[in-house]
């Protein structure tokens, strides 16, 4: 079975603490894909990589850094939370290509006090 | 840049009744086109996707969707709906030749009255 999993279902944090939220995929896909889900705003992506050391901007990257270091492994960071990062984070991963199904983990609900 | 509208923040249907959720894009061209759902707690898993070709897709539990390139839209249908379909749906839509990264609609949250 397929799988895409997140460090943490939930997580709670400080305002100013460094958050970090992992993610690992098992099916050798290129691409991987972080998003931020909040009610009413469906997914908005925050950074995507094709390959290792390889990251794209999305949409809402003020913030955030990424990090890939190996293939299976995309990592997100908060450098300095802020209680507006107060969110669902949606990590996904797909084949490299167009039109590919993309495949996504459970979301780590993180909430910045 | 291609973009995909969800008119529809909320619908309510009763178990047992059809479903109809709708989807509207914009792109010069054909695109691709997907459905996905999000049950409560979960990731989004993919229903369906059309790329080319016959223009009523089937998915998974039991949904479908048809392609109408005259209206630009792409929506779900379901005969007859259970409880278990509750959840939050996301259209999406990516453009051939241009990013491979889709584009998400905001959702639509579907709840089933008994």
């Known amino acids: 079975d397929v799988k895409v999993t997140q460090s943490s279902r939930y997580l709670v944090k400080r305002t100013g603490e460094k958050v970090f939220l992992e993610c690992v995929q098992d099916?050798?896909?290129?691409?991987m894909f972080w998003y931020r889900q909040d009610p009413g705003l469906g997914l908005r992506l925050i950074y995507f990589s094709y390959d290792v050391k390889m990251k794209e901007k999305g949409d809402i990257p003020e913030g955030y850094s990424v990090s890939r270091e190996k293939k299976e492994r995309f990592s997100l960071i908060l450098e300095s939370a802020s209680t507006n990062q107060t969110s669902m984070y949606l990590c996904a991963s797909s084949r490299l290509g167009y039109g590919n199904e993309q495949f996504f983990g459970p979301g780590t609900r993180l909430t910045v006090l | 840049a291609q973009s995909v509208t969800q008119p529809d923040i909320h619908i309510t249907v009763s178990e047992g009744a059809s479903l109809e959720l709708r989807c509207n894009y914009s792109?010069?061209?054909?695109?691709?086109l997907f459905w996905y759902v999000q049950s409560p707690g979960q990731g989004l898993q993919l229903l369906l996707k059309y790329f080319s070709g016959d223009t009523l897709v089937q998915g998974i539990k039991g949904f479908e969707a048809e392609f109408k390139r005259s209206q630009s839209s792409f929506n779900l249908r379901k005969p007859s709906v259970h409880w278990s379909d509750a959840a939050e749906y996301f259209c999406a839509v990516g453009a051939p030749g241009g990013s491979y990264i889709p584009t998400f609609g905001r959702g639509t949250s579907l709840i089933v009255h008994p």
């Open positions: 792109y010069g061209a054909t695109p691709y």
């Open positions: 099916m050798d896909h290129e691409n």
